[in-house]
Structure formats: C-alpha cells, structure tokens
Nanobody, 125 residues
Framework: QVQLVESGGGLVQAGGSLRLSCAASGRTFSIYHMGWFRQAPAKGREFVAA?????????YYADSVKGRFTISRDNAKSTVYLQMSSLKAEDTAVYYCAAAPWGLSYWVPNSYNYWGQGTQVTVSS
C-alpha cells in the first residue's frame, strides 16, 4: 500500500500563491507517476499536473494551469509539491494528490490507485 497526505491548502487572494505538499509513505518504490487533481463543488475531478516519480523528471500540466503551476518532487523526503502562482477564483477546489503504479493515461483519475484525503484551496476575488 501507499499512503498519501496533502497539506498546504488555505485561503488566498486572487493573484497570490500557495504551495501544496503531498507526503508519501509505504511502498513508494511502486509509484510511477504522482499526480495532482482538483474537484470543485458539484464538479468532476479535474487533472492538474503529473510528474514521473522516479527516473526522468517528466512533467505534465493541464492547459488551465500551465505557466502558473509547477509540480516538483523530493524523493529523499518522499514528497511531491504543487507550487501555485497567479491564483484565480476558478482555482478554488479541493486538491488531491494521487499515485499511479504505471505510466499510462496520467491525466485520467482511474489510472491512479492511491489518493490523499484532499486539501482545500480557496481563492477570493
């Protein structure tokens, strides 16, 4: 099993920044991709960003966040980060980190076997 715990969410004004963290534990050697997804009330779960956990440092972003968000990893700390800048009201959502055991369809929620509990990000206008 892999356990994931998100932190770093909160309330921020539009144009501000937040950095989310996701600490992984358990059998982290089995992770191929780590991803960030978000879900607003009454909305589906939306892909935000993904990164290769080991090997290459490939990163992938949704068009809606590209240029504003940066995903990164610290394997020594078993942690993945999401640096969010130039935040907009439409970024308001619960943000989830997730771990996938292999590298297919990194933008699809069903590709991920393990999920954190989520952390709320609220952006005020």
């Amino acid at each position: 099993q892999v356990q994931l715990v998100e932190s770093g969410g909160g309330l921020v004004q539009a144009g501000g920044s937040l950095r989310l963290s996701c600490a992984a534990s358990g059998r982290t050697f089995s992770i191929y991709h780590m991803g960030w997804f978000r879900q607003a009330p009454a909305k589906g779960r939306e892909f935000v960003a993904a990164i290769r956990w080991s090997g290459g440092d490939n990163t992938y972003y949704a068009d809606s966040v590209k240029g504003r968000f940066t995903i990164s990893r610290d394997n020594a700390k078993s942690t993945v980060y999401l640096q969010m800048s130039s935040l907009k009201a439409e970024d308001t959502a619960v943000y989830y980190c997730a771990a996938a055991p292999w590298g297919l369809s990194y933008w699809v929620p069903n590709s991920y076997n393990y999920w954190g509990q989520g952390t709320q990000v609220t952006v005020s206008s």
